[in-house]
Structures are given as structure tokens and as C-alpha cells.
């Protein structure tokens, strides 16, 4: 079975400044999914960024980018110019190559700073 | 795009009462949708994944009987909590997907459920 480890429960960091949150997950899988959510007070999960395990190319949105690490099975957060509206619960998550299951992770609570 | 309502947004009711909590695709045909249990604090637990037209695939521990989906068609499930007790309390979310299976899920607003 596929887990999915976030070894922070919490972080801080001061505004505009740059935060990087672990992931580290286990598969015997070669093709595979991997996936940050956010999920504000709201509750709502929101995609911040996908990684397809075939590419090695780390993914980029914005201000938001993976460091994606495949034989280590890691795969890191990076949160570029922090804002306030970043503060959020952020889970790790993983699905295999149909993307019928998400695995998640405990998530890490980023706090803000101003 | 890919926008996914869920409904109601919080429920509280007496135990013993059953409760119907739903799904939507509002912009796209899901194909596949997922149900998920949150306790305080913790992550998302899948209970089950549902294909429209077919019946729900449960994971291991969840009870089939006691949580009832349905996906009749390409942009509506339902979860009902039947017979619900204090224990059933959580907040259920939902997500759905779209073909071809590299899509990414995308999650409803999430339902909050007391049973007193």
C-alpha cells in the first residue's frame, strides 16, 4: 500500500519570505501521481500544483513549485513571496497511474506571519 | 472551471435520523466521484469511489449499509448517512473527476455533520 508522510504538523514564516514544506511518500510504482492541496479555514480543498512522476521536470505555478525527487520519493513545497492568504492546511497527496485513490498525508499547518 | 458542489454545507440532527448529503459537477461530466471523512485535526480518510451508473466501491471498514452512495448520472452523487449516531459525526467531503483518468480531482465545499 502507497502512504504519504509530512514529518512538519506545522510551519511559520514571516511574509514575502520563502517556505518549504516535506512530503515523502512510498510506492512500488513506476508511474504515479503526486499532488499539494491547500485547504484554508474554509475547508475547501483547492489543487495548488500536480507532478507526474514520468516527468522529471519539477512543476511550477506561480509562486508555487515542487522539488521532486523520485528516487529518494520526495517531493517538497516550495512557496515563493508568502502572502497571508497562503495560510492554509497543506496536504501531500498521492494516486497511482489511473487516479482512482488519493493517499494523503497528516498535513502542515503554514501560519503567516505579517 | 471544474467546479464541484456540495450540499448542505452543515447538518445537525437527531441520532437515529437518516441524512442525504449531495454532489455536483456544475461544469463538467464526472465521471468518477470520491467520498472522503475528515475528523478534527486529521486528513482525508477515502470511504469510497463511485462510477456513474455502477455501484460504489467501499473501502475496507467502511459500511456499505450504513453509508449509501449513489451516482445516477454524470454530475450528481449523493452520500446518505442512514440511521446516523454521534460516532457518524465528521465532516464528509466530496470530489469528482472528469475522463480521461490523468484528470485531477476536484473537491466540493465539504459538509459538516453533528448527530446529537
Known amino acids: 500500500a502507497q502512504t504519504v508522510t509530512q514529518s512538519q504538523p506545522e510551519m511559520s514564516v514571516q511574509e514575502a519570505e520563502t517556505v518549504t514544506l516535506s512530503c515523502t511518500y512510498d510506492?512500488?510504482?513506476?508511474?504515479?501521481?503526486l499532488f499539494w492541496y491547500k485547504q484554508p479555514p474554509s475547508r475547501q480543498m483547492i489543487l495548488v500544483i500536480r507532478?507526474?512522476?514520468?516527468?522529471?521536470q519539477n512543476a511550477t505555478e506561480n509562486r508555487f513549485s515542487v522539488n521532486f525527487q523520485k528516487a529518494a520519493k520526495s517531493f517538497s513545497l516550495k512557496i515563493s513571496d508568502s502572502q497571508l492568504g497562503d495560510a492554509a492546511m497543506y496536504f501531500c497527496?498521492?494516486?497511482?497511474?489511473?487516479?482512482?485513490?488519493?493517499?494523503f498525508g497528516t498535513g502542515t499547518r503554514l501560519t503567516i506571519i505579517p | 472551471g471544474a467546479v464541484v458542489s456540495q450540499h448542505p454545507s452543515r447538518v445537525i440532527c437527531k441520532s437515529g435520523t437518516s441524512v442525504k448529503i449531495e454532489c455536483r459537477s456544475l461544469?463538467?461530466?464526472?465521471?468518477?466521484m470520491f467520498w472522503y471523512r475528515q475528523f478534527p485535526k486529521q486528513s482525508l480518510m477515502l470511504m469510497a469511489t463511485?462510477?456513474?451508473?455502477?455501484?460504489?466501491?467501499?473501502e475496507q471498514g467502511v459500511e456499505k449499509d450504513k453509508f449509501l452512495i449513489n451516482h445516477a448520472s454524470l454530475t450528481l452523487s449523493t452520500l446518505t448517512v442512514t440511521s446516523a449516531h454521534p460516532e457518524d459525526s465528521s465532516f464528509y467531503i466530496c470530489?469528482?473527476?472528469?475522463?480521461?483518468?490523468?484528470?485531477?480531482?476536484?473537491f466540493g465545499d465539504g459538509t459538516r455533520l453533528s448527530i446529537l
Open positions: 470530489s469528482a473527476r472528469t475522463t480521461p483518468s490523468n484528470q485531477p480531482q476536484h
Open positions: 461544469d463538467f461530466q464526472a465521471t468518477t
Open positions: 497527496a498521492y494516486s497511482n497511474f489511473g487516479n482512482e485513490k488519493l493517499t
Open positions: 463511485s462510477n456513474e451508473g455502477s455501484k460504489a466501491t467501499y
Open positions: 507532478q507526474e512522476a514520468y516527468k522529471q
Open positions: 510506492t512500488s510504482e513506476s508511474d504515479y501521481y
